[in-house]
């Protein structure tokens, strides 16, 4: 069965704090992705990476940044965290082979910057 | 830029067939996905177009149109776990993807 895991379901930290957030897979998938999905706005792509130690930015990549050493694992840094990431965030991966259009998605970290 | 449209909301009963419309409009892509995303779950994948015409999965069909720029989720005998978002997805370069902003299906008994 199919499986991506991510550190914390839920997260509070404050305002300047540093944040890691964890995603690991476990279907030797090579591309992995970082959004953030927010009331209305459907699902942001912030950064996502097609192999180790590739990164690409997406939509919104301002405030973040990524690092993926291992290819099960891809973790997605706010530098200073600010209280406009008050967000959920989710994990996903998927396979170049079979198309990439089928992400599977961790069950998502709900963080709040106060 | 690339950019969908979807109703934000929509009602139906237990039994019911609806139909989910989505445009979009970019300036290529490689195929039309919709994802289901429960209250407090994960998204999750439930069919793909990579060409025009319909795909049938069960109780569920999609269809893409890419002349009209134009797709639809067709939910048939509706059921109260349909109750969810949905989302349509252009599928842009093989891997990235570009999520619309969701439509929420209500079913009642």
């Known amino acids: 069965d199919v499986k991506v895991t991510q550190s914390s379901r839920y997260l509070v930290k404050r305002t300047g704090e540093k944040v890691f957030l964890e995603c690991v897979q476990d279907?030797?998938?090579?591309?992995m992705f970082w959004y953030r999905q927010d009331p209305g706005l459907g699902l942001r792509l912030i950064y996502f990476?097609?192999?180790?130690?590739?990164?690409e930015k997406g939509d919104i990549p301002e405030g973040y940044s990524v690092s993926r050493e291992k290819k099960e694992r891809f973790s997605l840094i706010l530098e200073s965290a600010s209280t406009n990431q008050t967000s959920m965030y989710l994990c996903?991966?998927?396979?170049?082979?079979?198309?990439?259009?089928?992400?599977?998605f961790g069950p998502g970290t709900r963080l709040t910057v106060t | 830029g690339q950019s969908l449209e979807q109703p934000s909301e929509v009602t139906a009963v237990e039994g019911a067939i609806v139909q989910i419309n989505c445009t979009y409009q970019?300036?290529?892509?490689?195929?039309l996905s919709w994802y289901q995303q429960h209250d407090g779950g994960a998204p999750t994948f439930l069919s793909y177009?990579?060409?025009?015409g319909l795909e049938e999965t069960g109780r569920f069909s999609s269809f893409l149109s890419r002349s009209d720029s134009y797709g639809y989720l067709l939910l048939q005998e509706l059921q109260m776990k349909d109750s969810a978002s949905y989302f349509c997805?252009?599928?842009?370069?093989?891997?990235?993807?570009?999520f619309g902003k969701g439509t929420t299906l209500s079913v009642s008994s």
């Open positions: 996903a991966s998927s396979s170049p082979l079979a198309g990439g259009h089928e992400q599977y």
């Open positions: 279907m030797d998938h090579e591309n």
């Open positions: 990476s097609y192999d180790v130690k590739m990164k």
């Open positions: 970019t300036s290529g892509f490689y195929g």
């Open positions: 177009n990579a060409l025009d």
């Open positions: 997805v252009l599928n842009q370069a093989g891997t990235a993807l570009i």
